[in-house]
């Protein structure tokens, strides 16, 4: 360790000379460290799936030819017969559109969500009733904003029952894909020969890392310490960040600690003029839980600029 | 409505091109915490391999565990597992069990609605959104909008709001308490708050004096008695609401009940309940 070499260090260089002292001088060393990890524990219990029923009741659903069932009928019984087969914990709403006027502009009819009783709502279903025309697309954006502004809406399944006839306008496109970019899910079930729109045979769909995964990904960098390896010569401590670029170090055994949980302590030789690239996996949430790493020696970086300070 | 033939899932259809539209955006970019560039199993890098093949089995593990509440998060997992594990077959067949919208075109059968049985969990309720739908088809069903009903109480009890009728066409001052419970129970069925409705109804027969105008007063009675067997129907208490439904029937023997605003369920008990109280077999 430099402090406490100094004075042997002197007592050479006086011996040697100045000149002999500065071309003895041992190269440095090399420390770099990655770690990347597993998922951690999910802490607390998981919240339960919802539900969104969308109900279709405009009066272009209850035209039929004599005798026949109309898409209102069969709409009704569909979201009847769904949201009596839901489990009774789940929490569902039913949305229905074109059961209140004026024409084109009434909001939609939100009844719940009924949490413990979801087949209630069903009854609500089957009673609804056509009085104005309205917008699907006006509906599922709606919907869309409920959903992105509770939260959780990645645990939301919609599910929408329609002819896909509505008459009141609206980018129905834009509002599935907004429905679908918060993470739920969306299902059509179309009646009466309904076409989905060509746009939304292959919507835009949300990339990346889900929440679900982001609650159990540890992003803060894992920070780690060089100490004297036990039988070995004092070393001062030296601090650094996993992930960060390669750390000058003096050369020697030492031993580096990662604040990993448990701590991870390895023996390691730094070798002088060389960089020593500790890699380590961590899968605690692995079962059994599972712990690897890699020692690697390398030539030093070649650009010594890119060197990270020791802490 | 123009019945189908086979049960269809466009969804199934759907699917396929999402997961090629995947592979061929090549989106397998790494996510916060995962190294740089993303590991895959076939890393020529013992370590990066053996994280690929850890990272994939985990999160195997959580989209499996998230199918049936967060299809859509399963969705994203499934596709970066075919990122680290492009061997995986169980990835591609995840991807398309939970693509993110699926277009279902059920059958409309003519059949009386089966007992629907709970299923165990969302996904296996969504699962059998292909299922064909029974309709039962009343005679009086209506072509368009709905039809009025017969009788201005059981109107009152079920419509909607905007074509609710009016009940208070000799106003009575000992009637308006009455009136108003019988209004907020309307409200409170149609929000579905039935434990609540049922209590309005209750309380607004009570309120009811036995003494005025009778052809008022058994108005009131009917359209107490409807809502509290609408609630009772909805709650599951089926002998009190045939018993409601037939309180109602000996007030208003001419009572019937819409079909085009009133759920079937209503209507059949209400219909069980005019049987036996016409002496014919409920």
Redesign the interface.
């Given at each position: 360790m430099r402090p406490r070499a100094w004075p042997q260090t002197l007592a050479a260089c006086v011996s040697l000379g100045v000149a002999g002292c500065l071309a003895t001088s041992p190269p440095n060393a090399w420390l770099e460290v990655?770690v990347?990890?597993?998922?951690s524990p999910e802490a607390g219990a998981?919240?339960?799936?919802r539900?969104e029923v969308v109900l279709d009741v405009t009066?272009g659903m209850?035209?039929?030819a004599?005798?026949?069932?109309?898409?209102l009928?069969?709409a009704r019984?569909?979201a009847?017969?769904?949201l009596?087969?839901?489990?009774?914990d789940?929490p569902a709403t039913?949305v229905a559109f074109g059961?209140?006027?004026p024409e084109c502009q009434a909001p939609p009819l939100v009844?719940?969500p009924?949490s413990g009783r979801p087949a209630?709502?069903a009854?609500?279903a089957?009673?609804?009733?056509?009085?104005a025309e309205a917008s699907l697309a006006s509906t599922l954006d709606h919907v869309a904003t409920a959903i992105a502004a509770d939260g959780g809406a990645?645990?939301t399944?919609v599910?929408v029952f329609t002819?896909l006839a509505t008459q009141c306008g609206g980018d129905l496109c834009a509002a599935?894909e907004k429905l679908?970019a918060t993470?739920?899910?969306?299902?059509?079930?179309?009646?009466?020969?309904g076409q989905?729109p060509a746009c939304?045979?292959?919507?835009a769909?949300?990339?990346?890392?889900?929440?679900?995964?982001?609650r159990r990904?540890?992003?803060d960098p894992v920070p780690f310490r060089l100490l004297a390896a036990p039988a070995g010569p004092a070393r001062e401590p030296t601090a650094g960040v996993a992930g960060e670029r390669p750390m000058r170090v003096d050369p020697g055994p030492a031993m580096v600690e990662l604040a990993l949980t448990p701590p991870l302590e390895l023996p390691v030789v730094l070798s002088p003029g060389a960089l020593l690239h500790l890699?380590v996996?961590d899968?605690p949430?692995?079962s059994p839980p599972?712990r690897?790493?890699?020692l690697e020696t390398t030539a030093p970086p070649a650009d010594l600029s890119q060197a990270a300070a020791p802490r | 409505m123009r019945p189908r033939g086979p049960l269809l899932c466009i969804g199934l259809v759907l699917s396929s091109p999402a997961f090629a539209g995947y592979e061929a955006s090549a989106d397998c970019e790494p996510w916060p915490g995962e190294p740089s560039p993303l590991a895959t199993t076939s890393s020529s890098d013992p370590l990066a391999a053996r994280y690929a093949a850890l990272r994939a089995e985990e999160l195997v593990a959580l989209a499996h565990e998230l199918e049936a509440v967060a299809p859509g998060d399963a969705h994203r997992l499934w596709l970066h597992v075919a990122c680290l594990d492009p061997e995986r077959d169980d990835a591609k067949a995840g991807v398309e069990r939970t693509v993110p919208m699926r277009v279902h075109a059920p059958e409309v059968v003519r059949e009386p609605a089966q007992a629907t049985a709970e299923a165990p969990d969302v996904a296996s309720a969504f699962g059998q959104l292909d299922d064909p739908i029974p309709v039962v088809l009343a005679s009086t069903a209506p072509k368009t909008a709905p039809k009025p009903v017969t009788t201005s109480a059981a109107k009152a009890a079920l419509a909607q709001p905007a074509a609710k009728a009016p009940l208070h066409a000799a106003p009575n001052a000992l009637l308006l308490p009455a009136d108003g419970l019988l209004d907020e129970a309307e409200g409170l069925v149609r929000e579905a708050h039935f434990e609540e409705a049922l209590d309005k109804a209750t309380k607004a027969r009570e309120t009811l004096p036995r003494t005025g105008d009778q052809a008022a007063l058994r108005k009131r009675r009917t359209r107490a008695d409807v809502i509290a067997g609408t609630a009772q129907v909805a709650l599951g208490k089926d002998a009190d609401a045939r018993a409601s439904f037939e309180r109602a029937l000996q007030t208003d023997p001419r009572l019937r009940l819409d079909p085009a605003t009133t759920s079937p369920k209503v209507v059949r008990a209400f219909d069980a309940a005019r049987a036996a109280v016409s002496g014919g077999t409920p």
């Open positions: 990655d990347a990890r597993g998922l998981a919240a339960p799936a539900v009066p209850a035209v039929t004599q005798g026949q069932r109309s898409n009928d069969a019984a569909g009847a017969q769904l009596r087969r839901l489990p009774a789940v039913l059961a209140t006027g009844l719940g009924e209630v709502l009854l609500r089957e009673g609804m009733a056509p009085v990645e645990r399944r599910v002819d599935g679908l993470g739920a899910t969306l299902d059509f079930v179309l009646l009466g020969g989905i939304l045979r292959s919507p769909l949300p990339s990346g890392l889900p929440s679900s995964v982001s990904t540890e992003v890699r996996i899968f949430d692995a599972v690897e790493w890699r | -």
